[in-house]
């Protein structure tokens, strides 16, 4: 089973921040906050992951809260392009030890003129 | 990121015939790769985890028989749907997973199969 909860649906005005809330209570030490998304009916696309620091990239920022029990992903000026499903998901990383991607339900952000 | 490539991107097929999915790792070696397929409007969900050189590891309720799953080389795995029905209509999708400290998992296009 997922390992986070996400609200089903979002909607973001264009030139705006998309800010995502991801909740993982039960997340292990050891286990990193990835980010992806998935455009319809493509496959899911890498955008983030991050351990306890909070993360940048060129696509987002990823904040982690100081206890790791959630975390926001946020895309600093969405775009049209930006409408996808995002799906944060808690993981092993690492070589050989790296685990499995479980995917949960995702968050659906629209992004509207 | 790295780049995974899987053929055919869509296929339809008869009823009871076989259809292999091929997933490859094109700019880097692979020894772990995931296999998922995905309905309309709902999640992907993990089918089986495939390690170069050995048997795949199949989630609960998963037919290891219906899916057929080799991982022959660093950069190829092969998922077969055997004797395909209506019902394994789906968006199958692979994942391949880096070696080093980093281990990440970058995904294919996707294999939309339609069963008639």
């Known amino acids: 089973d997922a390992k986070t909860t996400q609200p089903p649906s979002m909607d973001c005005a264009e030139g705006r921040a998309a800010n995502l809330p991801c909740n993982h209570s039960?997340?292990?030490?050891?286990?990193?906050v990835y980010w992806y998304r998935q455009i319809h009916s493509q496959g899911p696309q890498y955008i983030i992951h991050?351990?306890?620091n909070n993360e940048t990239n060129e696509m987002a920022s990823l904040i982690i809260t100081e206890d790791r029990k959630s975390s926001t992903l946020i895309l600093p000026h969405a775009t049209l392009r930006d409408t996808a499903v995002y799906y944060c998901?808690?993981?092993?990383?690492?070589?050989?030890?790296?685990?499995?991607?479980?995917f949960g339900q995702g968050t659906e952000l629209s992004v509207k003129p | 990121g790295a780049v995974v490539s899987q053929h055919p991107s869509w296929v339809i097929c008869k009823s009871g015939t076989s259809v292999k999915i091929e997933c490859r790792s094109l700019?880097?070696?692979?020894?772990?790769m995931f296999w998922y397929r995905q309905f309309p409007k709902q999640s992907l969900m993990l089918m089986a985890t495939?390690?170069?050189?050995?048997?795949?590891?199949?989630e609960q309720g998963v037919e290891k028989d219906k899916f057929l799953i080799n991982h022959a080389s660093l950069t190829l795995s092969t998922l077969t749907v055997t004797s395909a029905h209506p019902e394994d209509s789906s968006f199958y999708i692979c994942?391949?997973?880096?070696?080093?400290?980093?281990?990440?998992?970058?995904f294919g296009e996707g294999s939309r199969l339609t069963v008639l």
């Open positions: 994942s391949a997973q880096t070696s080093g400290s980093s281990g990440e998992l970058f």
């Open positions: 039960t997340i292990s030490g050891n286990e990193y």
């Open positions: 991050g351990l306890k």
């Open positions: 998901i808690v993981r092993v990383a690492g070589g050989n030890q790296g685990g499995k991607l479980i």
């Open positions: 700019d880097f070696q692979a020894t772990t």
């Open positions: 495939s390690n170069e050189g050995s048997k795949a590891t199949y």
